[in-house]
Nanobody, 115 residues
Framework: QVQLVESGGGLAQPGGSLTLSCQVS????????VGWYRQAPGNELELVTF??????YYLDSVKGRFAISGSDAENMVYLQMSSPKSEDTAVYYC??????????WGQGIQVTVSS
């Protein structure tokens, strides 16, 4: 059974930094597409970033500020958020996709950017 558990959310100051972590069990991140989505109040779920063994993607509004990384040894995925903005406030979800038909989600974690 694949499980994803996020941690590290909370309050971040504009211009500061925050790192989200996602512990994955039941599937190796090295053989899947892993990423982060977010949903702000009143907005649809949007893809923030993902990575595979050969490529990565970033939402335009986070390019140069956010970075996704992973640890094969620990089977963890990270989202480093630098210089967050108020518009980055949302619930963030870790995602693992083995293929188009087998995707798994974490429970979500709140990130609030405010001074």
């Amino acid at each position: 059974q694949v499980q994803l558990v996020e941690s590290g959310g909370g309050l971040a100051q504009p211009g500061g930094s925050l790192t989200l972590s996602c512990q994955v069990s039941g599937s190796k991140i090295s053989s899947a597409r892993v990423g982060w989505y977010r949903q702000a109040p009143g907005n649809e779920l949007e893809l923030v970033t993902f990575m595979t063994s050969v490529n990565s993607y970033y939402l335009d509004s986070v390019k140069g500020r956010f970075a996704i990384s992973g640890s094969d040894a620990e089977n963890m995925v990270y989202l480093q958020m630098s210089s967050p903005k108020s518009e980055d406030t949302a619930v963030y979800y870790c995602n693992l996709a083995k293929d188009d038909y087998n995707t798994f989600w974490g429970q979500g974690i709140q990130v609030t950017v405010s001074s």
